[in-house]
């Protein structure tokens, strides 16, 4: 609850709207968690950013979002498709940042 009231909602309602519906599609359980709920300041990587290059940031952002959606997903082509790319991107992606479902939690 949290979350969403200390979110600025600049696109008022309808923002609001979709971001409960991602909510609700990405929720593993019965109950909506913060882990559920993605706004746009959540897209901001929170650490290891100051004094990066643009490709060493655009990769920290990269590697956050993949392990959000593998942490969130059932599979890995369940998680491609919530990213939208091809499982093979998936599975390349995750060589390159060396991240492994056996231990996804770890992360």
Do not use: C
């Not at 599609?25 to 300041?41: G, H």
């Not at 952002?61 to 093979?88: F, G, N």
């Amino acid at each position: 609850m949290r979350k969403l009231i200390n979110y600025n909602w600049p696109g008022n309602v309808r923002e609001f709207q979709n971001v409960l519906e991602r909510a609700v599609a990405l929720s593993t359980s019965k109950e909506i968690m913060p882990r559920d709920i993605f706004v746009n300041y959540d897209i901001v990587p929170d650490e290891g950013t100051e004094g990066a290059s643009l490709k060493e940031y655009m990769d920290n952002l990269e590697k956050k979002k993949i392990i959000e959606s593998l942490k969130s997903s059932k599979s890995i082509r369940e998680a491609a498709r919530s990213l939208d790319v091809t499982h093979t991107l998936l599975i390349n992606r995750m060589k390159k940042y060396k991240i492994n479902m056996k231990n996804i939690s770890d992360y």
